[in-house]
């Protein structure tokens, strides 16, 4: 079993920067790849970005390409996501997921409760 717990959300304006943590819990925790998943309201949640259980392996939405960067820390068991140069449509709830590497949401057994980033425009 793993408990993943984000934080760092907020209200930022547009062209600032966030970054996101996800503290994973469970003696595996390490083993699993992540992803950051992100909901707006009255839209589907959508993939934002995976990195592999190594962390030599990333893979990004064209959508946040160049602006957002995850990296892992497997010694503390924390996954971050660098957001930078923020836009309104950026705006949603994040979701931090543990499970097998890919941009599925049905390939993550775990979730985290999420975490809120507003931008103001």
């Known amino acids: 079993q793993v408990q993943l717990v984000e934080s760092g959300g907020g209200l930022v304006q547009a062209g600032g920067s966030l970054r996101l943590s996800c503290a994973a819990s469970?003696?595996?925790?390490?083993?699993?790849?992540m992803g950051w998943f992100r909901q707006a309201p009255g839209k589907e949640r959508e993939f934002v970005v995976a990195i592999s259980w190594s962390g030599g392996s990333t893979y990004y939405a064209d959508s946040v390409k160049g602006r957002f960067t995850i990296s892992r820390d497997n010694a503390k068991n924390t996954v971050y996501l660098q957001m930078n140069s923020l836009k309104p449509e950026d705006t949603a709830v994040y979701y931090c997921?543990?499970?097998?590497?890919?941009?599925?949401?049905?390939?993550?057994?775990?979730w985290g409760q999420g975490t809120q980033v507003t931008v103001s425009s």
């Open positions: 997921a543990a499970g097998s590497y890919g941009f599925n949401a049905s390939g993550y057994d775990y």
């Open positions: 469970g003696r595996t925790a390490s083993y699993y790849a």
